[in-house]
């Protein structure tokens, strides 16, 4: 044990060092200081979220199921490393490697996690298999997500550094839950290093061979990972370039191609009678509704496979995503910080609707209708399918930083009454 603590510190100190070092970081416009109290931020974040989920909620959780696998495989590749090396590419289901969208029995949902198992594997190396360490190292790799949003934002608001700082990096619920090992940090990083890598081609016209691959590489992965995510980003993609690249107007743009996008997912049953989309979502949803009832359980209305069960279900999905956990609602006391997390967020929305400053930049305008069409599809989604308050909290923290940095930058701020002597 007290060997491990060692360990720890000092892979820390030599982390710090060597962060310090890389020219992302020496072109962030940040000082040393902030860098690193941010980095420790991610840090401590790590060890919070191991420290709870095994000491409040106990054996069992994903963080520590997630560590226990990776160590098997460790000793997997000690003892039979061609085992090791194949294993991810074999499917033990009676429906070989069918089953693309379902949640069981498959080895695609398998891969999801496979894939973040075999990462924490290496780690063992180094780590002797202690899941703080492993954090060390997982967290150090997911705080590029931040960094890279940090740098797509401040390029955009630059007279904003502090507050993007606040959006980018110290979000509770964000910085929280991408800290632990699973893969929320790993769809934040990959979201932040696709959005980055279309950002810059769209601004500078230009797409590198880096940037195709990165795009192709993070593409790829989002769908392994979190096949719904990259399906909902498929449309704020092509919108936010075909809005870039002419003159049309950003709004006519984006609601033009989500009009054609619902058009084709209920009605592409009609052309390819195997390509169900509702059918993916109602089964998912059912899978959700299946699962042991728990404290944070919530009600959530069944869907049918028709664009009016759909629509009516909306609201309630909007409400699930964007109002709750009300703030007295307190299923468990631990909900709590992440109650009044959510009520500054919908204060923040309200100060922005009376508060904000017009967008005359059209890049950034199209950045800003990208991220909201993409976010509210998202939440529409994960709304539609998941009845637990915890996990619609930690879903939704992946995605807090697309809305809420904006959000900040946009309020003009010196016209707030209280805070309109703060410089930001």
Known sequence: MILNYLLFVVYLVALCWLLLRLPVIQTLGLDKKTV????????????????VSIHIYGPGNDYWDLNDAAWKEYRLLITDPGAYFSNIFTSGYPGGYGGLFSSFDSYWNDLKGNLLIKLVSLFNLLSRGDYYINSLFFNFIIFFGHVVFYKLFVAV????KWLVVVGCFLIPSTL??????????????????LIYCVYRWLQQNKLTVKRLMLIVVCSILLFLVRNYIFISLAPALIAWVISQKTKWNPALVFTAVYFITGLLVFN?????????????I?????EFLNLPHTETSISLTPLQPTFKSFVANAPESFNHLLLRPYLWELPVKTILPLNIELFICQLLLLLYIFYHKKINDKPAACLIYFLVFFCITIFLLIGYIVPNLGSLVRYRSVYLTLIITPLLCLIEWEKVPLVNKIKF
Not at 282 to 286: G, K, N, V, Y
């Open 268 to 280: 592409v049953d009609v052309f390819f009678q195997k390509i169900k989309p509702l059918d993916i």
């Open 282 to 286: 109602i089964t998912r949803q059912t």
């Open 157 to 160: 608001f630059k007279e904003r």
């Open 36 to 51: 690193l109290a941010l980095f420790l931020c991610k840090m401590v974040a790590g060890i919070a979220i191991g420290w």
């Open 176 to 193: 929280y839950f991408t800290s632990g090992m699973h893969k929320d940090g790993v769809v934040f990083l990959l979201l932040a290093v």
